[in-house]
């Protein structure tokens, strides 16, 4: 492809990932022409050892992926999440004593009666969510330039104007970064973004369990950071393990059997003997937040818009969100006639946004801060706080239900609703 005049691309994505995939098939769905760009082929991006993540998908995005008809070929590979278990352990290897008196427990049938039964999230390995992903992109119809990278992007009056590093341009009436932290749109945009690095690597595996999962997640806060064993289909667990930098670039080269030694230090002996399956992935922590959402021709998504800590698992499931939010902003407006990349219609999904966006950024960094230390004081009121919310149903289940993504004023993708 060469060139796009206006009238035959609505919205160009610069970015083809889980966000980004997502709003094109939402748009899609709701009559507008998509285009995707992205540096990676699809088929590297498929590969089982693309990058190892697994997903804690809230279940208001899981409505929307079947929504936009990809629920019945994610079903498969989701591992429901019936409870979720928080322990604030002092030492490696708090799984194996069972939760101390300062702990929080979610189950889901708590919350069943205005969830219509679904579990407090799924798990779902990164690779089945692209190929479900691609497979419906294409299905769809939907263009995608891959391998291909946006080199710039200028803004006119009535388009946006995409530069690629082969010379090639394309034209729209609104360009949306979805390229991640290092967003070329949001930098072309003049969109200023702020943040911090964390002292802290994620030390990313997958592991085999010896005994049943049972849909449990734990979440263990020791000092050097929390440690997550998040349950996979066919009974394995996918590990979320932040560690200081030098003890995770340490494991990230470590032998088979030291990094083995090291794991059932934390992990305990409660689910058995644990095998790790794959390789072992280490990624650095940071927090990011753009200043802005939006500027003239211009929207952002996913991690060019917020980048955090995945303490709380959220970090896909806001992107999710905004997807929905976005799309819908979009369809409505081309729907009423108007210039769906004017400020007026693209501040509607920056207001929509902004508030929970930064609330929950601001939540996970407070959380990273009180939780990896070892201070007495912080122990002791990070504790008896636990405990309080354990013993408040209303408090619990309040936490379950903004968990699942279903509070506040939902897009209609996220309440199951096609657009």
Not at 127 to 148: C, D, Q, T, Y
Not at 182 to 194: C, E, K, L, N
Not at 212 to 219: L, S, T
Request: with cysteine; net charge negative; proline share 6%.
């Amino acid at each position: 492809m060469s060139a796009a005049a206006p009238e035959d691309v609505d919205v160009i994505i610069a970015g083809a990932g889980v966000a980004g995939a997502t709003l094109a098939l939402a748009l899609k769905q709701g009559g507008l022409t998509p285009l995707m760009i992205d540096p990676v082929a699809f088929d590297a991006q498929l590969a089982p050892t693309f990058d190892g993540r697994a997903w804690a998908i809230a279940y208001a995005a899981f409505r929307q992926w079947r929504a936009l008809g990809i629920g019945e070929a994610l079903e498969p590979h989701a591992q429901r999440i019936e409870q979720i278990l928080v322990t604030d352990g002092q030492t490696p290897g708090a799984a194996a004593h069972g939760p101390t008196p300062f702990f929080l427990r979610f189950d889901s049938a708590e919350i069943a009666d205005r969830s219509d039964g679904e579990p407090l999230g799924y798990l779902l390995e990164n690779r089945h969510v692209r190929a479900a992903l691609a497979k419906a992109v294409a299905e769809a119809g939907i263009e995608v330039l891959a391998p291909a990278r946006v080199a710039k992007a200028t803004f006119e009056p009535r388009n946006a104007v995409v530069t690629l590093a082969d010379g090639r341009q394309l034209r729209a009436p609104v360009v949306v970064g979805a390229e991640g932290r290092g967003s070329v749109i949001r930098t072309a945009a003049g969109i200023g973004a702020v943040g911090w690095d964390y002292p802290q690597t994620g030390v990313v595996a997958t592991v085999r369990l010896e005994k049943p999962h049972e849909g449990v997640a734990h979440e263990y806060f020791l000092p050097g950071g929390p440690f997550a064993i998040l349950p996979l289909t066919d009974n394995r667990a996918s590990l979320v393990w932040t560690e200081s930098q030098s003890c995770g670039a340490a494991l990230k080269t470590a032998r088979p059997e030291i990094f083995h030694t090291h794991l059932m230090r934390r992990f305990g002996d409660f689910l058995g003997d644990v095998a790790v399956e794959g390789p072992i992935f280490t990624y650095p922590l940071s927090l990011q937040l753009a200043e802005r959402f939006v500027a003239p021709r211009a929207a952002l998504l996913g991690e060019a818009a917020h980048g955090v800590h995945p303490i709380a698992g959220q970090g896909l499931n806001l992107g999710l969100k905004g997807a929905a939010a976005l799309a819908q902003v979009l369809v409505e407006a081309m729907g009423l006639g108007e210039d769906i990349g004017s400020e007026v219609v693209l501040e509607r999904y920056a207001a929509w946004r902004r508030f929970d966006t930064v609330t929950l950024s601001a939540g996970t960094d407070a959380f990273v801060r009180l939780f990896s230390n070892d201070n007495p004081v912080l122990r002791m009121a990070r504790g008896v706080g636990m405990a309080a919310v354990n013993r408040i149903g209303p408090a619990r289940r309040f936490f379950m239900t903004e968990a699942g993504g279903a509070v506040g004023d939902l897009p209609r993708l996220l309440k199951g609703e096609a657009l």
